[in-house]
C-alpha cells in the first residue's frame, strides 16, 4: 500500500511516519499493493487527530481518530478501519445467504408548526455515483455514516439510503 501523510499544525517526524507505515502494513492484506491511503495528522482543541482515508472501488474507507497521544491515534484509526472491513465483510456474506431487505417507507417525525431558525454550519459538495442501494448501503457503512446520498443506477434518480434506529435501512426516493 502506498501512502501519503499530511501534517497540518504538526511537524512530520521519522517517528510519526514509521508509525503510521507500521500500522498501514497490517492493512496491507485487505488492499492490492497500488492502492493509495491518505493520512491527515492534525493538532487541535480537541487533542491530537489521525484521518484515514482509503480508496476503494466504487467508494471509500475512512476512519478518524482523536486521542491525547499521536501515536495512539495511528493505531486507533487503522484498527477502526480494519474493524469496517470486517464488518463489511461479515455483511457481504450474511446478504449472500439471507438476502439484502431495503424497508422503503420513510419514517414522518417532522412538525410543521414549530419553526425554528435554521442555521447552516457546513456546506459538502460531491460528485453522485450511480449505484444500486444495496451497494450505497455498504457504502454508507463503510463510511461510517447514518444516511449515504447517490444517483440510483436504476431509476437515474438521486436517492437517499439511511440506516434506523432498530438497525434497518431505509430508501429515500423522489415522487414521480
Known amino acids: ?8 499544525n504538526i511537524e512530520l517526524t521519522d517517528g510519526l511516519k514509521s508509525a503510521v ?8 492484506r485487505y488492499f492490492r499493493e497500488d492502492t493509495l491511503a491518505h ?20 467508494g471509500i474507507v475512512r476512519c478518524e481518530k482523536t486521542t491525547d497521544d499521536m501515536y495512539v491515534s495511528i493505531d486507533a484509526a487503522s484498527e477502526g478501519i480494519e474493524d469496517q472491513l470486517t464488518k463489511y465483510r461479515h455483511k457481504l456474506v450474511d446478504r449472500a445467504h439471507k438476502g439484502a431487505v431495503l424497508n422503503a417507507a420513510f419514517e414522518e417525525g417532522f412538525d410543521e408548526d414549530e419553526e425554528e431558525e435554521i442555521k447552516i ?4 459538495k460531491f ?19 447514518t444516511f449515504f446520498v447517490f444517483t440510483n443506477a436504476e431509476t437515474d434518480a438521486v436517492n437517499v439510503v ?12 423522489p415522487e414521480e
Open 127 to 145: 460528485d453522485l455515483k450511480p449505484m444500486y442501494a444495496e451497494d450505497a448501503c455498504a457504502q454508507m457503512e463503510l463510511l461510517g455514516h
Open 39 to 58: 493520512v491527515t495528522m492534525s493538532v487541535d482543541k480537541a487533542g491530537q487527530r489521525v484521518e484515514l482515508t482509503i480508496p476503494v472501488k466504487g
Open 1 to 8: 500500500m502506498k501512502t501519503t501523510i499530511t501534517g497540518r
Open 21 to 28: 507505515e507500521d500500522a498501514l502494513s497490517k492493512l496491507d
Open 162 to 173: 439511511y440506516r434506523r434506529k432498530n438497525g434497518s435501512y431505509g430508501l429515500i426516493e
Open 121 to 124: 454550519v457546513r456546506t459538502k
